[in-house]
C-alpha cells in the first residue's frame, strides 16, 4: 500500500543538474520527514538531505549544502531533490525514505519505507 518511488536520474557532465523526484501513494508525503540517501560503489550509504514533516526545516549534508535544495511538491504528493553543479563525486544511487534520522527522530511509521533508488552518474 505504502509506495516509494524515485525519479530523474541518469548521465550529466560535471556542472550539470539533475532533478530527482519522489513519489509517494498509500500515504501523504507532506505530513512525514522525508529524506534522500545515496550509496555509492565501494562506499557506505549516506544520507544527504531530510525535510521535516513537522515545521518544513531542511537538512543538507556538508558536501552538497549550496548545491542540492530539497522541497515538496505536494500536489503531486512527492519530493524533490534539485541538484545543481553536480560533481563526480555526486555519482551514486540515490534512495527517497521515510527515514527521519537527518532530521531529528519524527513520529511517522512503525517501520521505514524506501525507494528502490535511481541512478546518478556525473562524469565527462
Request: glycine share 12%; proline share 2%; aromatic share 10%.
Amino acid at each position: 500500500q505504502v509506495q516509494l518511488v524515485e525519479s530523474g536520474g541518469g548521465l550529466v557532465q560535471p556542472g550539470g543538474s539533475l532533478r530527482l523526484s519522489c513519489a509517494g501513494s498509500g500515504f501523504i508525503l507532506d505530513y512525514y520527514a522525508m529524506s534522500w540517501f545515496r550509496q555509492a560503489p565501494g562506499k557506505e550509504r549516506e544520507g544527504v538531505s531530510c525535510i521535516s514533516g513537522r515545521n518544513g526545516r531542511t537538512y543538507y549534508t556538508d558536501s552538497v549544502k549550496g548545491r542540492f535544495i530539497i522541497s515538496r511538491d505536494s500536489a503531486k504528493n512527492s519530493v524533490v531533490l534539485q541538484m545543481n553543479n553536480l560533481k563526480p563525486e555526486d555519482t551514486a544511487v540515490y534512495y527517497c525514505t521515510t527515514d527521519s534520522s537527518l532530521c531529528g527522530h519524527e513520529m511517522g511509521f512503525a517501520i521505514d519505507y524506501w525507494g528502490v533508488g535511481t541512478q546518478v552518474t556525473v562524469s565527462s
